[in-house]
């Protein structure tokens, strides 16, 4: 099921945009039901999103691309769906690179229109596996079709309130571990990135880790995943400030940029979310606004690049409001700003050829 219509007329829809981060899979039966129990990754909080949403493969993702909005291009972000179910573990991800590299194929036909869907791709890869993991990285970059950019690992998403994310945690300080960093330094060798998903607390370990790997392009997820719920609920302005001085810290590393989005996530700081009946573009503008504002103040426009993390982030409203949103927060961006915060930054960063 592709997004909700939007009933918000399309602010500035001339403007090209790149959707620097979003997802596509078909999320089985067994998993939603896990989900649902907290048994899984995110939790339950996030299983009537999921379930609404359980299939979005191209024509769902192409819909909501062609919402109103002029996207040009988007940048697919790990999902760890259609992984192989054979094979070395290590291997496995490898498919899910296949997967999206014949969506973006499909969209480079041309028989869908102009947009670039998956122009860029970044897989999930385990870096814990030292030097060894060079082997899985040119597989993924074979599989990509010229279209591979960077790696993400979701095993950093780790708090020591173990509710926030069900039964399932990440690794405590994954970016610290030494086998971690022996195959980070593999990416720089072979012109890859890194995409940083993790929380909040977590922030102070990427900035070590950037520090440690100056010639590495590191791309913060998210702004950092500000969290409201468990151990942290009712904390929201001292984590708030918490998180400026992080992010301001982070803004001083030149290897490192940041996506703008993911704050439509049921992760307790924003009411809009899940709100009935949904938030509007301005409602939303004015609660992102705080994050928004303090991440392109410290990293500059530059450095800064908008995502819908759809369809995670279907829990703020419709693709189109979403994008709304963004336009609202960026309206007192001078011309070229606004041209690196839709496009230009994501183009530049994962290097796009459009």
Known sequence: MASQESAEPIIDPDLPIVDAHHHVWLLPEVGLSAMESGNCIYGSAFAPIFRRHARYLFDELMADLKSGHNVRASVFVDAHAMYRAKGPEAMKSVGEVEFVSGLAAMAESGLFGEIRACAGIVGGVDLRLGDAVEEVLIAHIRAGGGRYRGVRSNMALYDEDSTI??????????????????????????????????????????????????????????????????RHAGRQQERFLIWRNNIKELSRCANVVV???????????????????????????????????????????????????????????????????????????????????????ATRVYRLDL
């Not at 990440?170 to 970016?175: F, N, Q, R, S, T």
């Not at 977590?202 to 392009?217: G, M, S």
């Not at 924003?270 to 573009?281: G, Q, R």
């Not at 992102?288 to 409203?317: H, L, N, Q």
């Open 259 to 345: 996506k703008l989005g993911g704050l439509g996530m049921p992760f307790g700081i924003f009411k809009s979310c899940m709100s009935n009946p949904p938030a509007t573009s301005s409602q939303l503008a004015e609660e992102w606004k705080p994050y928004v504002d303090t991440c392109i103040e410290s990293f500059g426009a530059t450095r800064c690049m908008f995502e819908s993390d759809f369809p995670v982030d279907a829990g703020a409203g419709a693709y189109a409001v979403v994008w709304n949103a963004f336009k609202r927060l960026a309206a007192g961006a001078s011309k070229d700003e606004r041209t690196a915060l839709f496009s230009g930054t």
């Open 165 to 230: 994310l069900g039964t399932w945690n990440g690794i405590p300080h994954l970016y610290l571990d030494t086998e971690f960093r022996r195959g980070c330094r593999r990416l720089r060798q072979l012109d890859l990135s890194f995409d940083a998903i993790l929380f909040e607390p977590q922030l102070p370990e990427l900035i070590d880790l950037a520090r440690a790997f100056p010639d590495t392009q590191f791309i913060l997820d998210h702004v950092g995943l500000p969290l409201g719920v468990g």
